[in-house]
């Protein structure tokens, strides 16, 4: 427990995996070696056949409010008005034990960082099918009130935590701290850092808040509600929302195995219209959807209402704005927002993105990759389209709702 913040300070958040594998040594095998190494280290992989044959939905989450739709789906009973079985989820505390456990066919339906898709598939020739965003937005970058940084460009000799190398957090931290005149490096805290250098380390999300409280990290860039915690206990404050930076970001993605959505279309159709009706009615009750997911409701993230309603509502420009952490407040934006619909034009830019970003591991897998490939072979359209169609509450009222032109801008 941080004698700080009260915040419990737990060296096993990511929990420890199948035969022993600590957190660290996941993060080690999965960054050297990928999925394949990892799940060798294991004793192998069951098929995901499992999940196919599974008529019952399986859901993995980590608690933050990215999972929103999927808990909103079962918890309100939408899988249930679609005609499915589903068992509550699952909480996993880390990134690694979650793609481990969807990877063998312990669950058939998960949220992803966007990227880690792409390195599934890619690297490591995993069957994943991405359905559907998850949200937009919905995370940001924290530091420590005593840290002494005010911008991007003060993160020279400060270590910082991202949630996973393949992750959204971890390019749009990059990109600013590029732009800022700032390196980012990978190496042990013990080590010195040049005044022009950051040092990065993957940090499971539930530790963040009281690695912060107790100064052993200056800022972390998190989803929710790791932020909100930030500010309410750990003496942080926003330094910068990342939609702030990348407007209506992906930040996690909606996940199922390729064999089950090819073997099981009209139950992959039932799931995703039970996931886009989660997100039209997440996005028109943010509060009640908080109070709902908290530890005094349904108990699906252990924090209380008040945390989490500060993560899913506060966004209020004329306080954020005074410090920087909104600058465009004209794009009209939330805290965190809800829309299905994967836009192309956005995982053509991750891809992008991910040859400019450090990471640990081999990334050789990412030069080959065409980015307008991967916008077709790894996203699935065709179900999340049909249930926009049988919700269309929310969609932009554009003249093409289903394409976009991404903006970034620091």
């Not at 060296?11 to 199948?18: I, L, N, T, V």
């Not at 669950?107 to 991405?130: S, T």
């Not at 996973?164 to 957090?169: K, L, T, V």
């Amino acid at each position: 427990m941080c004698e700080h913040c009260g915040i419990r300070l737990s060296h096993g958040a990511f929990g420890r995996s199948a035969r022993g594998v600590n957190r660290r040594q996941a993060l080690d095998i999965l960054a050297a070696g990928g999925l394949a190494a990892f799940g060798a280290s294991l004793g192998g992989f069951n098929s995901a056949a499992r999940a196919a044959d599974d008529e019952v939905v399986r859901i993995g989450y980590l608690p933050i409010t990215d999972a929103t739709a999927l808990l909103v789906a079962h918890g309100m009973g939408f899988f249930k008005d679609e005609g499915l079985e589903a068992e509550r989820p699952t909480l996993i505390r880390g990134w690694p034990p979650l793609v481990e456990a969807f990877a063998a066919g312990k669950f058939n339906l998960v949220h992803l960082l966007n990227p880690i898709p792409i390195w599934m598939r890619y690297n490591n020739h995993y069957p994943v099918k991405l359905m559907a965003w998850a949200h937009t937005n919905g995370s940001s970058v924290v530091v420590g009130q005593a840290s002494g940084i005010n911008s991007f460009a003060d993160f020279g000799g400060k270590q910082v935590a991202v949630p996973f190398w393949y992750s959204m957090h971890n390019i749009v931290l990059q990109y600013a701290l590029r732009h800022s005149g700032i390196k980012p490096v990978i190496q042990s805290q013990g080590q010195s850092l040049a005044p022009h250098e950051c040092n990065l380390q993957v940090m499971a999300p539930p530790e963040m808040p009281a690695a912060l409280a107790a100064k052993k990290i200056d800022g972390y860039i998190v989803a929710e509600p790791f932020d909100a915690l930030g500010e309410l206990k750990a003496g942080g404050r926003i330094l910068r929302f990342t939609g702030d930076i990348w407007k209506n970001h992906p930040c996690c993605v909606v996940c199922m195995h390729e064999e089950v959505v090819e073997k099981k279309k009209e139950w992959s159709q039932k799931v995703i219209n039970a996931l886009v009706r989660a997100e039209v009615y997440a996005a028109t009750h943010k509060k009640d959807v908080a109070q709902f997911l908290s530890a005094q409701g349904e108990h699906y993230l252990p924090l209380s209402a008040p945390v989490i309603e500060r993560a899913m509502t506060d966004y209020d420009a004329s306080i954020y704005g005074k410090d920087g952490a909104i600058k465009h407040p004209q794009w009209g934006l939330g805290r965190i927002d809800f829309q299905p619909w994967p836009y192309p034009s956005a995982t053509e830019m991750m891809v992008s993105a991910m040859n400019e970003t450090l990471v640990g591991g081999d990334t050789t897998f990412l030069t080959k990759l065409d980015p307008k490939f991967v916008s077709h072979d790894l996203v699935n359209y065709e179900f999340v389209r049909n249930a926009m169609s049988k919700y269309p509450q929310g969609q932009e009222s554009t003249s093409d709702p289903f394409s976009r032109t991404e903006v970034l801008s620091l």
